[in-house]
């Protein structure tokens, strides 16, 4: 089933609308086009530390294979791995910042 000519955003409806906004206030009403182009957005410095910290991650591979290669490795000769307590804390430290 097709309706045509009833949607309520036709160029034409709009027009009426208008019109009709100009005989009541006696003012012209601008459009929609006319009150995009005035619309503006400012980004405080915070959103644009955000757009590029969140542009730069996405650039970041997932995994550091290099990384994973190196604590592989250090792990395979025991030169992390060995003291469960240290490791425990070290890694206590580092989510609590310090």
Not at 34 to 43: E, M, P, W
Request: aromatic share 0%.
């Amino acid at each position: 089933m097709k309706i045509e000519g009833n949607s309520p955003n036709s160029e034409a409806a709009l027009q009426k609308l208008e019109q009709a906004k100009t005989a009541r206030s006696g003012k012209p009403v601008t459009g929609a086009a006319d009150q995009a182009a005035k619309d503006r957005v400012d980004v405080s410095a915070d959103g644009q530390l955000v757009h590029n910290a969140l542009k730069a991650a996405d650039g970041a591979p997932a995994i550091r294979h290099e990384k994973v290669a190196a604590a592989k490795k250090a792990l395979a000769e025991g030169r992390i791995g060995t003291d469960t307590l240290k490791l425990a804390d070290k890694l206590i430290d580092h989510m609590l910042g310090k």
